[in-house]
């Protein structure tokens, strides 16, 4: 038995029928995360757990730094950043041993967080490295092609790493194959045989 896992981000995840993820988004208001920091899926035998995680970048772009303060200037949302990187992987560690002792066989990172010119200590090498328990992470933010990059975790376990590029051109794939083994793939336009129009049509609507 393989589980390919396939993420693209799509219209159709803002639909209520889609569990939203996000494991270090505060609301400082309510001192409460935005999103559930996890989900947990069902496949065959395996429970599989997936963690988003947003790169503190998204804050404090130029363009978007406003939309996370209220009227006052004061802050809105905290992303768990800070000047060493800890609060991040603290953050999303917590949510890993949560999702571990709730039954996941797997956790697959879901991030944005990038690689290359990205804020270093927000990366997604800087959080595998300093976390152990993830079996596998697709990334984006810093929109490049890693189709089989193999990280060193926090306890010297490799952990798979992929990112699809931009703009659709590929989907991140991360295989399980039957006895546990995770490797990560890209499935680019060219490799594809023969297309899904209703979901050719969803993808036109949003380019």
Same mark, same amino acid.
């Given at each position: 038995?393989?589980i390919?896992?396939?993420?693209? *981000? +799509?219209k159709t ?8 993820t996000?494991s270090? @988004?505060?609301?400082? $208001? ?5 999103f @559930?920091? /996890?989900?947990?899926y069902k /496949?065959g035998?395996?429970?599989?757990a *997936? @963690?988003?995680?947003t790169s503190?970048e998204v ?7 406003? $939309?996370f ?9 905290? *992303?768990?950043e800070?000047r060493?990187?800890? =609060?991040l992987y ?14 996941a066989?797997k956790?697959?990172?879901l991030?944005?967080l990038?690689v ?9 090498t800087?959080? !595998?490295a300093?976390?152990?328990g993830?079996?596998?992470?697709i990334?984006?933010? =810093? ?10 975790? $926090?306890?010297?376990? *490799?952990?798979?790493?992929v ?10 794939v991360?295989?399980i ?6 490797y990560?793939? +890209?499935?680019?336009?060219k490799?594809?045989?023969?297309k ?5 049509s969803?993808?036109d609507?949003? !380019?």
């Amino acid at each position: 038995m393989k589980i390919i896992i396939m993420i693209i *981000f +799509i219209k159709t995840m803002i639909c209520e029928s889609i569990n939203k993820t996000n494991s270090n @988004i505060l609301d400082i $208001k309510k001192n409460e995360l935005m999103f @559930i920091p /996890y989900v947990i899926y069902k /496949y065959g035998d395996t429970n599989i757990a *997936f @963690i988003g995680v947003t790169s503190p970048e998204v804050m404090y772009n130029e363009e978007n730094y406003e $939309k996370f303060l209220d009227e006052d200037g004061s802050q809105l949302y905290y *992303f768990f950043e800070d000047r060493t990187g800890e =609060s991040l992987y603290t953050q999303v560690q917590n949510a890993v041993d949560a999702a571990l002792a709730e039954g996941a066989d797997k956790v697959i990172l879901l991030s944005h967080l990038g690689v290359e010119n990205v804020t270093s200590i927000w990366s997604s090498t800087s959080v !595998i490295a300093n976390t152990s328990g993830i079996d596998g992470v697709i990334d984006g933010h =810093s929109m490049e092609i890693l189709e089989s990059g193999l990280m060193n975790n $926090k306890v010297g376990s *490799f952990v798979p790493l992929v990112q699809a590029g931009h703009s659709y051109s590929n989907i991140g794939v991360m295989n399980i194959t039957g006895d546990g083994y995770t490797y990560p793939a +890209i499935l680019s336009e060219k490799s594809v045989n023969e297309k899904n129009q209703e979901f050719q049509s969803l993808i036109d609507e949003i !380019i």
